[in-house]
């Protein structure tokens, strides 16, 4: 049984007893011996028996086959000669992955098909496997089509090897019948530009013709190409438009009829979604976090499964997949970005404002374009404000930051479906009757983004959260500006001689400053030019706070380092800190690298290792031209080579009483209490928070710190909450005698052999 049948002679212009003289010329022979007949493969009869709708029988014996059910979804095989395309069966062929040729009925040959100008496309039967039910698709595009096809509709698996040749060994240019009929509008409206063009009374120039030749995929053409032939690829093109729009519109005709009916009245049926989205269209979709994004559709993806039957036909659907793109910031420019989302099997009929992709309306797309207009803004690094934490958005530091475990993953996976891919390669798609890209991708790369773009920005914004110290994601609606402590600077405890220095130096450091006015910096360029601080002391003495507080006087991120955020080895330490260090000078933040004990300390000839971390952290700080604050609280010697490297060094003492005085006072006042002479408070003035002087003083004299105090008045603070009160006196004296006997307690442990 022959694949193809045999084009008429009567539309070749052939008489009957030239038939078999000119055979060979018309005949896509591949020998008698292959098993395909005496013809091998050949266009169809005008009166020849229709292409047989077989299905291979399940069983050892490929070759061994057996008729199709009534609901074989194999296309309409009526079609006579004059319709100028032909049928065939392609398998696909796992062993060297590729769709291959074959006869239901007969067992697999790898024939080569020939050229036949009366040809302009195949309707193929392909089969996933020899137990699968086969779907239709276009192929074998005859020229000026293919390359019209090509450029207009989009494409899936190998296109051809030249101009008017077939591609060999039984791969295929390929389209899928649901994005020809979503191209039908396009590819109508190309046809009737060539039809205006190529009138009698057209004035189109030999330009206009030429510009219309490459819109339409001859991009071999140029200013040397003759007239005759560019009205020649138009003609040609038109002619097999025509036929190619005929067999389009009679083949989905019920499929727009239903469609047409579902739109007038509000409703979708889910085997109409693939008909309903097609590529170009902008949509709105919830995300699984449930942002409302918008995106340009670019594929549509019918996935198979049991669960659904779709009307008049054995297609069974699962789910439908809609992917396209937005647009995203980068780090350095906005550029487009994957989307994708879904919308799942469901009987009857659904209202459109009920699916879970819709089309883009005029209301939602003002709504998406001002939250764009927002993203916008936030575009580069920002420092703000995140559900009360200080974060810094930075695309560009966030993946800077990933790409190290991305790549390992990513390895991973490659690895992993390379193997799979050798061991049982499957077809493209899952159902690549469905699989389309007719859109391309834009190249944008733009550090601005058009304002009819702005709704297709997404809602997450990437950055680092500089209280929980950790790269996250977050949301827009939630990214709210600093609101900068104006007196934090007037809360720090500190010598007012020390406050002075320290904040004229770093107000200096951070200047932009004239030539002749500058610092003096180091002979060597870009060395030395930073402000390097050392605060040393016991804990709670306000070490921390006084980085706090430059931090809020510059309106500057703080960016802290723990000792247990360093490695222990010189490479992975100073790999560490050159990358804290870049970070640090790209947001223009303060650094604190707490608890610097590790490469403060003097060096040894005993600690090889330590000597060596101490050294990395001299070369690596010395270059660097922000603000830089160290502390350490059991220093007993410095390093001499840290010693000549510090703008300033600042000892905390213990505190004194005024000292906790001021501390007590000012945490107090934050809690919003008012602070009077009087000693004497009636019950009115409690429930005006008003405390009495004398109250504080006598809290200043017991000996705790300042972190041990404000720790304190926070949890007097949640005590007074879980009694569903205001904050007392009582219940400062409550967690105050509980501290008390946790010191007592931990001393005498101390003591105790």
Request: hydrophobic letters at 35%.
């Amino acid at each position: 049984m022959n694949i193809f049948r045999r084009i008429s002679n009567a539309v070749r212009g052939d008489s009957s007893k030239d038939k078999d003289k000119d055979k060979d010329k018309y005949d896509y022979a591949w020998g008698s011996d292959n098993g395909w007949g005496d013809n091998g493969w050949a266009a169809p009869e005008p009166k020849g028996a229709p292409f047989p709708q077989t299905v291979p029988k399940r069983s050892r014996y490929p070759g061994r086959s057996r008729r199709a059910t009534a609901k074989s979804p194999f296309h309409d095989h009526s079609h006579q000669s004059r319709d100028h395309y032909a049928q065939c069966a392609e398998i696909w062929d796992k062993q060297n992955s590729q769709w291959m040729i074959f006869d239901p009925k007969d067992a697999p040959s790898r024939p080569v098909i020939k050229h036949d100008d009366h040809i302009y496309f195949c309707v193929t039967a392909r089969y996933q496997d020899h137990w699968s039910e086969p779907y239709d698709i276009l192929t074998h595009f005859a020229e000026p089509l293919l390359s019209f096809v090509n450029t207009t509709c989009g494409s899936y698996g190998a296109w051809g090897n030249g101009a008017g040749t077939w591609v060999n060994e039984g791969v295929s240019n390929a389209l899928e019948m649901g994005q020809g009929f979503r191209s039908l509008k396009k590819i109508k409206a190309k046809l009737e530009e060539i039809q205006d063009v190529r009138k009698k009374t057209s004035r189109k120039s030999t330009q206009d013709k030429l510009d219309l030749v490459k819109c339409l995929g001859n991009m071999a053409v140029d200013n040397r190409t003759p007239e005759a032939d560019l009205d020649k690829f138009l003609g040609d093109l038109e002619k097999q438009l025509k036929v190619f729009v005929a067999y389009l519109e009679k083949k989905f005709k019920p499929i727009a009829e239903r469609l047409a009916s579902a739109l007038r009245y509000g409703y979708m049926e889910f085997d109409l979604l693939p008909y309903y989205f097609e590529p170009g269209q902008h949509v709105s979709f919830t995300s699984a976090n449930g942002n409302l994004l918008a995106m340009n559709v670019t594929h549509v993806h019918v996935y198979d499964d049991a669960s659904h039957v779709a009307p008049n036909s054995c297609k069974r659907l699962s789910h439908i997949s809609i992917e396209g793109f937005g647009y995203t910031w980068e780090g350095v420019s906005f550029t487009t970005q994957h989307l994708k989302t879904s919308c799942y099997s469901f009987t009857g009929k659904k209202e459109l404002s009920e699916l879970p992709v819709k089309i883009l309306t005029p209301e939602k797309r003002e709504e998406l374009t001002a939250r764009g207009r927002r993203y916008k803004a936030e575009a580069g690094i920002r420092y703000r404000v995140y559900k009360g934490d200080r974060i810094v958005i930075d695309r560009l530091g966030f993946v800077d930051a990933q790409v190290y475990e991305s790549n390992k993953k990513r390895a991973k996976i490659r690895r992993r479906d390379s193997y799979d891919s050798y061991a049982n390669p499957d077809p493209p798609t899952l159902n690549p009757e469905w699989s389309t890209r007719s859109v391309a991708w834009p190249q944008t790369n733009e550090k601005d983004i058009a304002d009819e773009l702005l709704c297709f920005l997404p809602v997450d914004l990437y950055g680092y959260n500089l209280s929980r110290k950790e790269w996250q994601l977050f949301d827009l609606d939630l990214v709210k500006p600093v609101q900068y402590d104006g007196k934090a600077w007037d809360h720090l405890v500190l010598d007012a001689d020390v406050k002075t220095l320290i904040k004229g130096l770093v107000e200096v450091s951070t200047k932009s400053m004239t030539a002749s006015g500058a610092l003096v910096s180091d002979v060597i360029a870009k060395k030395g030019g930073g402000l390097t601080s050392v605060l040393y002391g016991p804990p709670g003495t306000g070490k921390t706070l006084t980085a706090e507080a430059v931090a809020e006087l510059l309106r500057r991120p703080l960016l802290t380092v723990g000792s247990s955020d360093l490695p222990r080895d010189p490479s992975g330490m100073e790999d560490t800190l050159r990358h804290v260090l870049k970070l640090a000078t790209a947001w223009d933040a303060v650094l604190l690298i707490d608890e610097a004990d590790v490469f403060l300390e003097q060096r040894s000839l005993h600690e090889i290792e330590r000597n060596a971390l101490v050294s990395v952290a001299l070369r690596v700080l010395e270059y660097h031209r922000g603000v830089v604050f160290l502390t350490t609280n059991r220093i007993k010697v410095f390093d001499e080579a840290f010693l000549s490297r510090f703008s300033i060094a600042v000892k905390y003492p213990e505190l004194n009483k005024p000292g906790r005085y001021l501390i007590w006072s000012r945490f107090l006042e934050l809690a919003g209490y008012k602070i009077v002479s009087s000693p004497f408070v009636t019950d009115d003035d409690l429930n005006e928070k008003i405390i009495p002087r004398q109250s504080i003083e006598e809290l200043a004299e017991k000996k705790f710190n300042g972190r041990t105090i404000k720790n304190l008045v926070r949890t007097a603070q949640a005590l007074a909450l879980s009694a569903n009160s205001h904050l007392k006196m009582e219940h400062i004296h409550v967690v105050v005698r509980a501290q008390e006997k946790f010191l007592e307690d931990f001393a005498v442990e101390r003591a105790s052999p």
